[in-house]
Structure formats: structure tokens, C-alpha cells
């Protein structure tokens, strides 16, 4: 409680507030107590009012409570009042025995064991310590109750007394018993009185003294004691405490009669007494019932505020019950804090042990570190001993360098006059290099004059050779597994095939025959050609011989190469190569654009740069392909067109610049493709087919201020089979028709230039037709006539070698250059002389 007065102000203001009925029902009891002690004072008794029921009636009077005021006042006029008959009363009882209120005042006196009890609780609630706040109610109702108490006791000892009166004999006994108790106890409110006033005078007599010297006579006989009666006697003594007589004799009858008129004599007084005593009470009854009804209304103003003040305890308690949640969630919260800082302590301590240990390690480490570091240092120290040693050894050897150095130095002076002697050579040497360089630039001018030369001197013997030239080539008798030609896997057996001559420009056939007369003969069919390849010549032995046409390309001249022979006799082997080929197999094709990068890049030194532009199609059934377009390509039309400046082009064809050898290879790839789905589609086209590699040649010399242009045809064409050897039939027919007709035509053409007539027909097939310009009198033609070494192919090979005689035969004039402007030829000198010619 303390606690909460300290804490709480509005919990303060409320016990305060609590407090102040209890001061109030201090002194309402303070008034009943005054009123008892009235009552007795009004029965004769000599009463000592504790000084402390009278100070709630001051203090009353000092509280603003009216009702306490009033009381107050009307009991002090009581009080006046039964004084002034208390001592009405109280003379004759000076001289006899006790006042009939006597209880009450003994009770208020008496220890616990009393048998009233209202005044013991008047008394417990006067002296006892202030109640606890919540229970502010209860003393308050006590003392209403004690009050009542009171109030009661004095009713029933009234009531005791007017039935004594009007009983008999019997009721006598109650009655004188009470009054002997009453005598008794005036007796000791006597002595006590007495002790009162002599503890007023300054005597040192205790007021608790008195009960003992009232409840404990002496036990021998006292003077003033006085024994009435006999038997009867001794209760009257006992109950009236009459001085105790010597017992009577029983004979005495005189002295008897007169002890029991002295007794009646008492008792007629004592009754009399009574009866006044008994209209005081009654008195003291109204009074007390107003008081009782004063202080019934004082109870409920007491109550409605104990109400008040119960409410107002409720909202304290809740207040209170708030402040305890209040307290237990700060309660809470705090034990929270609590945890987490003692979490957070022991992470902390963690964290600090982990460092420690870390910096233990460290320590360790460093100290580990130190004790390398301090090795070091010795075996530095050591170093440094055998240092200095090696400096005072180095530093005579300086010494020695010294010397060394001034001898270097006379040597450097030395070679430096040998430099300058040199310097001077090197300016004479570079004079002469000087003099040398434009030696050398006029021998570059020379070997370019030797270029041109060179290049007329070998279409001289191109010329000489013949413009138009046959080289054989036999294939060498396959196995099996080496080719997919029926025709070469039917047979293997060969033909008697001789090369008589050692230049290798012969061939021999034979043929044993029987004779009419049954003889055995054997016939020869010798040919001779420029060249004979035998079976086992290589593609690079051809090429070989070909070479010089395709510099002459280079050089500005229309080059024509065909291969001519039945199929399966080499012709696409000899000009494209096998399929897949290797370096060693590659064809006359790539032999040619390979050689003519080569050339160009060389011939780039003496100031020639060359343009290149390919064109591959095929002729099938008088009908142009572009080898080189998209294969599906089926349905365009190509025609060939000759401009007035000789150049015959090909309408929609696809041409390709070829810069690099790489591009030659991809185009050649991509015409074998087409050729190759040409003939899935078309039965082996490859055969039934003429094709044309066409490469142009541009070439300017910004030195000489030349210029050629020069183009390389090469012909992979049909097979030259007869129809009455191939039985074809249908299609097939047809194809075959158109091969010889246009193979036949190339005769035609070639043996009308031979002969130098009017007309050459070119335009009797679409194979003369493009090759105008690369037949006749500008050009330079070369075909290889293929032919199969199998007895099988013998009648085929003798047409396709008779047909390469033919030609062979041909002379088909001087092949000239074209749009050449060479200052050579300007000057008249060897090139226009032969140009002439
Ligand atoms: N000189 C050679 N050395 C090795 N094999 C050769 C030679 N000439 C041709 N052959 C082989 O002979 C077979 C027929 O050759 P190729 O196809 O070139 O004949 P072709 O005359 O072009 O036939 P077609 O007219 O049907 O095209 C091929 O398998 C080829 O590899």
C-alpha cells in the first residue's frame, strides 16, 4: 500500500478520501462511548472518560461533517443533564451501595473476559490502527453496529430492571443479583473514583489497581463488611455484597427479623433507586433512538458513499489492474530486451573468443615470422661479413678494371679512326650502289623489252608448230574397281597398240587377219600426231605441253583446247581430272587457270595486272547450260552473240570473276554438281553432252602502256561413238544424232578453214557457233583425240584417230593477237613482222 501511495498521487487522494469516514465513525463511537459513560455517570459512578473519545468530538467538530457537529452539541447537553442527575443520585449512594448503570461502566473497564461486549468494541475501535483502503466500509459499520450494541445493553439492563420491579420475590433474586453486581461494581468504580482522584491529586495509585482491590477482598474478615440472613443470606452477600454478618443461631429469631428487615429496608431503596433510574433510562432510550435514527441516516449517507467510494476503488482497481498489465508488459518487453542483449552479449563474447583466438594465432604467426625474421638477420649478418670480405676484394679488382679501362679506351680511340676510314669506304660504296641501281633499273627496262620479245619469239614457234595441233592420249587399260563405265569393265583385253618412234609422235595399230587363201596377215594402221601420250603418262606430262597454249591466253591469243573420242576413252579425265582428284590427277582445267594465276602474279613485276572471268556451260541436244546458274534453272534460253570487236558473249549466262585459285575450285565443283544432277535426271548427260570452260583474260601494263586480252576455251566434248555401233534407239537415238552432227560440224568448220573457203560454217551447230572466234585464223586449237587401248574399242579408236589426222592436217593461217598496243609492234620490229606474215 505504501508503495502505491508513493506511486500513485490519485490513489493517495483516494485512501485520503477514504480515511475521512473513519475519523467520523471514530467519533460517532466516541459518542456512544460518551453516551455509556453518561449513563453510568447518571447511575451515581464516579467514571474517568478516557481522553481519547473526546478528541473525535473536537475533531469532529474540526471536520466540515454537520451531522458530527450536532451530535457533538446534543451530546454534550445529554451529558449535562444526567450529570446533574447522576448527582442527584449519586449523594444517597455515597452513603449505600452503587448505581444501577454500573455494568456498563464495568464493561467499559473490564478486560476481554467481560460479558458486554459493546463497550470492549467501542474501545478495539477506538484504539485500533487504521484500516486498510479497500476495507474502509467495515469499521465504520462496527461501530454503527457496536452503537447499537450499546444501545441494546442499556435497553435489556432497563428492561431487566422494570421486570424486576414488577416480578415478585423471585425476580428479586435477578434483580438484587443485579443490583449486588451493580453494588459491587460501584464498589470498585468507588475505589476506582477514589483512585481517580487520587491519581488527580498526584497519587501514584494505577487505575488497573482497582478491579483487583473490587474483585479480591480480603479474605479475612473486612470491617465494613457486613453477612445478611442465613442461608438466603449468603446469596444476597454474594449478590448484593452486603457486609458479611456472623451466621445467627437459629433460635435467634429476633435478630434474624432483624437482619431481613434491614435487608428489605435495602431492598426497598435499591428498588427505589430502580425506578428513577428506570425513567432516566427511558429517557435515554428516546434519546438514543433519535440518535439511532440520526445515525441510521448518518448510515446511509455512508453507505451511498462507501458505494461512491467502492466505484471509485473499482476504477483504482482497474486503473490499477491497467497498471499492472502495464507493468507486466514493460515486464515483458524489458525481459525481452533483457534476452536479446544477452544474446547479442554472448554472440559479442563469441566474436570476441574468435578473435582472440584469432589474434593468438597472428601472435603465433608473428612470432613465427620474428623468429624467420631473426634467422634472416643472422645469416644476413653473415652475408654481410662475407660481403664486405667480397668488397675488398672486388675493390682491388676495380683495381685491375681501371687499368683495363684506360687500355679499352686507347683501343676505342683506335677503332674510332678505323670507323671514320670506313665511313669514308661507305660513302664510295654507296655511291657505286647508286651507279648499280640505275644499272639495274635499265636492265629492268631490258628484260621487259625481252618480255615482248620473248612473247613474239613464242608465237613464233607456236606458229611454227602449227595453229592447229593434235595430241593422242590412250588411257591405260582399267581394272574393274577403277571405273563404272560398262563399256571399260565388258573388257579387258587390249589392242596391239606400238609407239615406234622415240619423239612419241606415232602410234601404231595392228590387226591379224585371216587372208582368202586362209593365211594369217597382220595389219598396221599407223597415225602420227605432235604429240603421243602413251597410257602411262601423267596429267602433269600433258599439261607440260600444253602450258605454252595457255600462255598464250595470257598473252592476249584465243586458245581452244578440245578432247575428242568415244566414251570412256579419258576426255573428261583429261580435262577436269577423276572425281575427288589429288594434286597428281587434277585435270588440263585447273591445270590452266592455276597456271595462268601463277603467270599473272608474276608477270605483276613487270607492271601487268590481269582480270579474270570464268563461264562453264553445256551443250546437250543443240541446247546451251549454264553449268555455273541454280540447277533448277531448266526453263531459261541461252543465245550466243558475237560483238563487232570479236567477242562472242552468252545471253543470262553466269560469269564469275576469279580472283583467287580457291574461287576456281569452287566454281569447277559447282559445275561437276550440275552436271552430275544433270545426269540423274537425263542418264548419263555427261557423255551425251558437249561442255565449255570458258576463261577471259583482261590484262593492262601500266609500264608499257600494253594491253590483252585473251580467252582459253576448253572442251570436254561428247562422245564420238557411230550410231550403228551404239544401236541407240529413241532418245538416245536422237542424242547421238545431235553428237554427230555437231561433232561432225566441227569438222566441217575446221576443214573449211583448212581449205580457206568462202563459207565456214559455223552456224551449223551451236558448238561451231560459240566457238567462232576460237577457230580459224585468230586462234590457237589443240585437240586431244582420247583413245580406249581395248581390242573391243579398236574399230571406234581407228574413226576417232582418222578423224584427229583429219585435222591434224588442217593448216588454218596465223593466229594474231588481239587489241594488242605494243610500243614493240609500233616500232616495226620483229612482233609486225610476224604478224605480217
Ligand atoms: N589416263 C588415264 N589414267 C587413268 N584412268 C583413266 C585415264 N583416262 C581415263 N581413265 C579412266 O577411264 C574411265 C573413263 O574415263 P572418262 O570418263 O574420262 O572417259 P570419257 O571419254 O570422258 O567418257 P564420257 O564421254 O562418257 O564422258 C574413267 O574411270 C577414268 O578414270
Not at 566454281?667 to 544433270?678: D, G, H, P, S, V
Request: aromatic letters at 4%; a positive charge.
Amino acid at each position: 500500500m505504501e508503495n502505491n501511495e508513493t506511486k500513485n498521487p490519485e490513489l493517495n487522494r483516494s485512501i485520503s478520501k477514504l480515511r475521512q469516514p473513519t475519523t467520523f465513525a471514530r467519533s460517532a463511537s466516541s459518542t456512544a462511548i460518551s453516551a455509556a459513560v453518561a449513563v453510568a455517570k447518571a447511575a451515581g459512578e464516579q467514571v474517568d472518560i478516557p481522553s481519547e473519545p473526546k478528541r473525535p468530538l473536537s475533531s469532529s467538530t474540526n471536520n466540515n461533517h454537520g451531522t458530527s457537529t450536532v451530535l457533538g452539541v446534543k451530546r454534550e447537553a445529554e451529558q449535562r443533564a444526567i450529570n446533574k442527575r447522576a448527582k442527584v443520585v449519586h449523594e444517597p449512594e455515597k452513603k449505600t451501595v452503587g448505581a444501577p448503570s454500573r455494568p456498563l461502566v464495568t464493561t467499559t473497564r473490564a478486560p476481554p473476559a467481560t460479558r458486554t461486549g459493546a463497550t470492549v468494541s467501542t474501545r478495539s475501535t477506538a484504539t485500533a490502527p487504521k484500516p486498510p483502503v479497500g476495507r474502509v466500509n467495515r469499521p465504520t459499520t462496527t461501530t454503527v453496529s457496536t452503537t447499537r450494541s450499546s444501545v441494546a445493553a442499556q435497553r435489556s439492563t432497563n428492561m431487566t430492571s422494570t421486570a424486576q420491579r414488577r416480578a415478585g420475590t423471585p425476580a428479586t433474586t435477578s434483580s438484587a443479583r443485579t443490583t449486588t453486581t451493580s453494588s459491587r461494581t460501584v464498589t470498585s468504580s468507588r475505589t476506582t473514583s477514589t483512585s481517580s482522584r487520587a491519581s488527580s491529586r498526584g497519587s501514584s495509585v494505577q487505575p488497573q489497581s482497582a478491579p483487583e482491590t473490587a474483585s479480591a477482598p480480603p479474605s479475612g474478615s473486612t470491617p465494613s463488611s457486613t453477612t445478611i440472613g442465613g442461608a438466603s443470606g449468603g446469596d444476597l452477600d454474594t449478590v448484593f455484597e452486603l457486609p458479611k454478618k456472623k451466621k445467627r443461631p437459629a433460635w435467634d429469631t429476633k435478630g434474624r427479623l432483624e437482619d431481613m428487615e434491614e435487608l428489605t429496608s435495602i431492598m426497598r431503596q435499591h428498588l427505589q433507586t430502580s425506578n428513577s433510574n428506570q425513567s432516566e433510562m427511558k429517557n435515554m432510550l428516546a434519546s438514543s433512538e433519535s440518535k439511532i435514527a440520526e445515525l441510521e441516516t448518518f448510515r446511509k449517507s455512508l453507505e451511498s458513499k462507501v458505494q461512491v467510494k467502492e466505484t471509485e476503488n473499482q476504477d483504482i482497481l482497474r486503473k490499477m489492474q491497467n497498471v499492472e498489465h502495464d507493468l507486466q508488459l514493460t515486464a515483458r518487453r524489458h525481459e525481452d530486451e533483457i534476452r536479446s542483449l544477452k544474446s547479442q552479449h554472448s554472440m559479442e563474447v563469441e566474436q570476441l573468443k574468435m578473435t582472440q583466438a584469432r589474434l593468438k594465432e597472428e601472435t603465433e604467426r608473428i612470432e613465427a615470422k620474428l623468429k624467420a625474421t631473426n634467422l634472416q638477420l643472422e645469416q644476413q649478418q653473415m652475408d654481410n661479413v662475407q660481403l664486405r670480405a667480397t668488397i675488398s676484394t672486388q675493390s682491388s679488382n676495380c683495381l685491375a678494371l681501371e687499368s683495363d679501362n684506360r687500355a679499352l679506351k686507347m683501343k676505342i680511340e683506335r677503332t674510332e679512326n678505323t670507323l671514320a676510314q670506313r665511313e669514308a669506304t661507305i660513302e664510295d660504296l654507296e655511291k657505286q650502289l647508286a651507279a648499280s641501281q640505275a644499272t639495274v633499273q635499265d636492265l629492268e627496262q631490258k628484260i621487259r623489252n625481252e618480255e615482248t620479245i620473248r612473247r613474239r619469239l613464242h608465237n613464233t614457234i607456236q606458229e611454227l608448230k602449227g595453229n592447229i595441233r593434235v595430241f593422242c592420249r590412250v588411257r591405260p587399260i582399267l581394272s574393274p574397281s577403277d571405273t563404272t563405265s560398262p563399256t571399260s569393265k565388258a573388257e579387258t583385253t587390249s589392242a596391239v597398240i606400238r609407239y615406234p618412234d622415240q619423239e612419241g609422235r606415232e602410234i601404231e595399230f595392228s590387226q591379224a587377219s585371216e587372208t582368202i587363201t586362209g593365211t594369217q596377215v597382220s595389219k598396221t594402221y599407223p597415225f602420227t600426231f605432235d604429240k603421243v601420250f602413251q597410257p602411262a603418262s601423267t596429267q602433269e606430262d600433258v599439261f607440260e605441253e600444253i602450258s605454252q597454249l595457255v600462255q598464250s591466253a595470257l598473252d592476249g591469243y584465243n586458245v581452244c583446247i578440245f578432247a575428242y573420242g568415244q566414251t570412256g576413252s579419258g576426255k573428261t579425265f583429261t580435262m577436269e581430272g577423276p572425281p575427288n582428284a589429288g594434286d597428281k590427277d587434277i585435270g588440263m582445267i585447273p591445270r590452266s587457270v592455276m597456271q595462268v594465276y601463277e603467270n599473272a602474279k608474276r608477270l605483276e613485276d613487270k607492271g601487268w595486272k590481269y582480270t579474270m572471268e570464268g563461264q562453264y556451260v553445256e551443250i546437250y541436244n543443240e541446247t546451251i547450260n549454264d553449268l555455273l546458274g541454280n540447277p533448277g534453272d531448266t526453263g531459261k534460253k541461252y543465245e550466243i552473240r558475237h560483238g563487232p570487236s570479236g567477242k562472242t558473249t552468252i545471253t543470262d549466262i553466269t560469269t564469275t570473276v576469279l580472283t583467287t585459285p580457291a574461287k576456281v575450285e569452287a566454281l569447277l565443283k559447282k559445275a561437276a554438281q550440275n552436271r552430275a544432277f544433270a545426269s540423274t535426271n537425263m542418264n548419263e548427260r555427261s557423255s551425251r553432252s558437249h561442255c565449255v570452260f570458258t576463261l577471259r583474260l583482261s590484262g593492262t601494263n601500266s609500264i608499257t602502256d600494253e594491253s590483252s586480252e585473251g580467252i582459253l576455251n576448253l572442251i570436254d566434248l561428247a562422245g564420238s561413238e557411230r550410231l550403228s555401233q551404239s544401236g541407240a534407239t529413241g532418245d538416245r537415238l536422237r542424242e547421238t544424232q545431235a553428237i554427230n552432227k555437231s561433232l561432225s560440224c566441227l569438222g566441217d568448220v575446221i576443214q573449211a578453214i583448212s581449205n580457206k573457203d568462202s563459207h565456214v560454217p559455223y552456224r551449223n551447230s551451236k558448238l561451231t557457233y560459240l566457238l567462232q572466234h576460237s577457230l580459224g585464223g585468230n586462234s590457237k586449237t589443240l585437240m586431244f583425240v582420247n583413245i580406249s587401248p581395248l581390242l573391243s574399242n579398236f574399230n571406234e579408236t581407228l574413226c576417232s584417230l582418222r578423224f584427229a589426222t583429219k585435222v591434224n592436217a588442217c593448216t588454218i593461217g596465223t593466229a594474231t593477237k588481239r587489241a594488242v598496243k605494243s610500243s614493240a609492234a609500233s616500232n616495226g620490229t620483229l612482233g609486225s613482222s610476224i604478224s605480217s606474215s
